[in-house]
């Protein structure tokens, strides 16, 4: 029987110190069958010599300058040889001792399933309690940090658009997936954590404004592109509704500027959105909706 491939694929920029402890992390799972690449989006500092110099094992892609994170991503999809494709953000590594081996299992055990999404934590110290009491389920879609490819599953849809820039692209990936009859399972045995603090996010205005734009706009290209023609007026009206309903007249009006500027990318995107569209029959949409949400935030357990 031939030995199933893997490869861990890590994009990064400017963020050598967490690449780093992430590739130390995972040192231990590298083998002849278990690769590692690493792509280093125009970083400057010295992020492609101390990868070269610490983790020679590691493949490294670089670009002089940058060319965007779903750049990355999709190079390193398409011109993999492996069977399966670990996906890490450079701030992110499994807190699972055995991931291969469930990974493996996982798709062995489940023909269907063209994509697995993680059990993921968010914050800077691993929890101390890791157990975790669900099972897997099929879910609408997974979260970019921790995820990982059936390689014949990614090869049957679109490359991730890189006019999405950040956020949303999985979204898109999920919708073709599921055209394409792959499921996505979220398996909870394997467990990420991604060293990120949620709160400093929320606080800091800029950083706040850059990623609520591209979240409102990604949710508002996907639906235009797939969902059927009937329900996108409702839906767009409904989305901007809320953020006036719960965020603005409440007093959160830092929402103001990136809801218009996401309004404006709508609007100036709308002929991509039309050369792109790839609708859900209403049978499909119907039963999409039906699916479990995607699980992006876990907490310990009692």
């Known amino acids: 029987m031939e030995q199933i491939k893997i490869s861990f694929l890590i994009s990064t920029k400017n963020r050598c110190g967490e690449l780093l402890f992430t590739l130390a992390k995972i040192e231990y799972l590298l083998s002849q069958y278990v690769t590692c690449v690493v792509f280093d989006d125009g970083s400057t500092d010295d992020t492609a010599e101390k990868v070269k110099t610490g983790f020679p094992q590691v493949t490294l892609l670089r670009n002089e300058t940058s060319k965007g994170y779903?750049?990355?991503?999709?190079?390193?999809?398409?011109e993999t040889q492996a069977d399966y494709s670990i996906s890490l953000d450079d701030d992110a590594h499994f807190l699972t001792k055995n991931p291969i081996e469930i990974i493996t299992e996982h798709f062995h055990n489940n023909p269907n399933c063209g994509l697995i999404a993680a059990r993921i934590f968010w914050g800077k110290e691993a929890p101390q309690n890791t157990n975790s009491f669900s099972t897997f389920q099929t879910v609408k879609s997974y979260v970019g940090c921790g995820h990982i490819w059936r390689m014949k599953a990614?090869?049957?849809?679109?490359?991730?658009?890189?006019?999405?820039?950040?956020?949303?692209e999985e979204n898109f990936a999920s919708i073709q997936l599921f055209k394409k009859q792959w499921e996505i399972h979220y398996v909870p045995k394997l467990l990420v954590q991604h060293r990120v603090d949620l709160k400093s996010r929320t606080q800091t205005t800029k950083d706040f404004a850059f990623r609520h734009r591209r979240s409102l706009r990604a949710d508002w290209y996907n639906y235009i592109m797939f969902f059927p023609l009937i329900k996108v007026p409702r839906k767009l009206m409904y989305s901007i509704w809320m953020q006036w309903k719960t965020k603005i007249f409440k007093g959160n009006f830092k929402v103001i500027a990136p809801l218009h500027l996401a309004i404006f990318d709508l609007i100036i995107s709308i002929p991509k959105l039309i050369a792109n569209r790839n609708r859900?029959?209403?049978k499909e949409y119907n039963n999409y909706t039906k699916l479990n949400e995607?699980?992006?935030?876990?907490?310990p357990e009692k």
């Open 70 to 78: 779903i750049y990355c991503r999709n190079k390193m999809l398409n």
């Open 154 to 168: 990614w090869r049957a849809i679109p490359n991730y658009p890189e006019w999405y820039q950040f956020y949303g």
């Open 280 to 282: 859900l029959t209403t």
């Open 294 to 299: 995607a699980k992006i935030y876990w907490e």
